[in-house]
Nanobody, 121 residues
Framework: QVQLVESGGGSVQTGGSLNLSCVASHPASGYAMGWFRQAPGAARVFVASISQSGQMSKYEDDVLGRFIISRDHAKNAVYLRMNSLKPEDTAIYYC???????????????WGQGTQVFVSS
């Protein structure tokens, strides 16, 4: 079974940037990939997704224009470039793989363990 491992989280000030990575243990070109996040005391919510080909992506409204999702099939990786970070972006960020690049977590079968992002004001 494919395992997903996220990295790149950390602490940053408001307006800063971070690059999250998610690497799959096996080739993942057949999977759509997504990023979700869960803030303290809140439900896990959709952030961005990318299709198997990488040609189609979706974003949650609040991150549109600030975050960019991309993937590299050769490296079995998906990335989330996060710019202009705000304190409300503070959350654990999860990578997910599934058959459809949807906005709901039921679209995804495989999940990573998450990486913490903290944005200070």
């Amino acid at each position: 079974q494919v395992q997903l491992v996220e990295s790149g989280g950390g602490s940053v000030q408001t307006g800063g940037s971070l690059n999250l990575s998610c690497v799959a243990s096996h080739p993942a070109s057949g999977y759509a990939m997504g990023w979700f996040r869960q803030a303290p005391g809140a439900a896990r919510v959709f952030v961005a997704s990318i299709s198997q080909s990488g040609q189609m992506s979706k974003y949650e409204d609040d991150v549109l224009g600030r975050f960019i999702i991309s993937r590299d099939h050769a490296k079995n990786a998906v990335y989330l470039r996060m710019n202009s970070l705000k304190p409300e972006d503070t959350a654990i960020y999860y990578c997910a793989a599934g058959s459809y690049a949807g906005k709901m977590d039921i679209s995804y079968d495989l999940w990573g363990q998450g990486t913490q992002v903290f944005v200070s004001s």
